[in-house]
């Protein structure tokens, strides 16, 4: 079955404290991206890979780090959560950076 | 930055009955998507709409596409309960060079089916 699979679903942590969200897809797609959904804002990007290696900053990159280090893998790194990073982050992957794309689940985070 | 708007943000409507819900955005586009997402969860495509299409059909869903007005337009017919969701458009940006297209999603129509 084709997926996308984010884990963990739900995570709160304390300010400052390093957190790793773990994005695997596996229909072979290059391209795969992370967004974050807050209220009234919609979905907003945050990063994006084109392919192993390539990586770029989307909208909102302030804060978090990624690595595409395999193809499947798109790991989500916060080295130090702040408060306002408290939201519901999703990651998806597609064939192309305009084409179909197949969402995770969602994780959502809570910085206290 | 959000290049689609939807609207209205919310709709209300009786089982049923027909929804239909717009898009508008602001520059031009090779193809803009329509996405639900059930509450909390993750969103899921369903339907792609290219920029020399005017009209697609899926199932209960039609998608129309006015690249004069920058607008499309989402109806779901025989609308029902498991339909409750949030519904997005989402737009690509015709790229200069390769690499720089993305998908931009607008803020969505909250749908509630009333049984």
């Known amino acids: 079955e084709a997926q996308v699979t984010q884990n963990p679903r739900y995570l709160i942590t304390v300010t400052g404290k390093k957190l790793t969200v773990t994005c695997s897809q596996n229909?072979?797609?290059?391209?795969m991206s992370w967004y974050r959904q807050d209220p009234g804002l919609g979905l907003r990007q945050i990063y994006y890979?084109?392919?192993?290696?390539?990586?770029d900053k989307g909208d909102v990159p302030e804060g978090y780090k990624v690595s595409r280090k395999e193809k499947r893998n798109f790991p989500l790194i916060l080295e130090s959560p702040s408060p306002n990073q408290t939201s519901l982050y999703f990651c998806?992957?597609?064939?192309?950076?305009?084409?179909?794309?197949?969402f995770g689940q969602g994780t959502r985070l809570t910085v206290v | 930055s959000q290049q689609g708007e939807e609207d209205p943000q919310a709709l209300s409507i009786q089982e049923g009955e027909n929804a239909t819900m717009n898009c508008s955005y602001k520059t031009s586009i090779n193809n803009l998507q329509w996405y639900r997402q059930n509450s909390g969860r993750g969103l899921v495509h369903l339907i792609l709409i290219r920029s020399n299409e005017r009209e697609k059909h899926s199932g209960r869903l039609r998608v129309t596409l006015d690249t004069s007005k920058k607008s499309s337009s989402l109806l779901i017919t025989a609308s029902r309960a498991a339909d409750t969701a949030s519904y997005f458009c989402?737009?690509?940006?015709?790229?200069?060079?390769?690499?720089?297209?993305?998908?931009?999603f607008g803020t969505g129509t909250r749908l509630t089916i009333i049984p």
């Open positions: 989402a737009t690509d940006a015709k790229a200069s060079n390769f690499g720089n297209e993305k998908l931009t």
């Open positions: 229909m072979n797609h290059e391209y």
């Open positions: 890979s084109m392919n192993v290696e390539v990586t």
């Open positions: 998806a992957s597609s064939s192309t950076a305009a084409g179909e794309a197949f």
